[in-house]
């Protein structure tokens, strides 16, 4: 069973930085597209960056230029750099992983459990 170990998060005050770490323990086959998603209270889960294998990324316009995310290959392991934390950052944030578990089997969809960030005013 594949899961996603994330960490990092917390309570920062505004313009402070975070990093949220997420990794994908174990063997796997391949990690075509990692990244993190948030949701805060009544809202949908939207996507806030992600990175595929060959290291594109996509960010939501939110996000631009103030978190940075980037990979590590070997490691099956992403990292969001968040600075200049707002207060409307404030969610839970979700790691997602599309991944190929084992040769011959299909490409799957993981969450991890998510983690809390706050950022106070």
């Known amino acids: 069973q594949v899961q996603l170990v994330e960490s990092g998060g917390g309570l920062v005050q505004a313009g402070g930085s975070l990093r949220l770490p997420c990794r994908v323990p174990?063997?796997?086959?391949?990690?075509?597209?990692i990244g993190w998603y948030r949701q805060s209270p009544g809202k949908q889960r939207d996507m806030v960056a992600r990175?595929?294998?060959?290291?594109?990324?996509v960010y939501a316009e939110s996000v631009k230029g103030r978190f940075t995310i980037s990979r590590n290959n070997p490691l099956n392991t992403v990292y969001l750099q968040m600075n200049s934390l707002k207060p409307e950052d404030t969610a839970v944030y979700y790691c997602?992983?599309?991944?190929?578990?084992?040769?011959?089997?299909?490409?799957?969809?993981?969450w991890g459990q998510g983690i809390q960030v706050t950022v106070s005013s």
């Open positions: 174990g063997s796997i086959f391949s990690l075509n597209v």
């Open positions: 990175v595929t294998s060959a290291g594109s990324a």
């Open positions: 997602n992983a599309l991944l190929v578990p084992s040769m011959g089997a299909a490409l799957h969809e993981y």
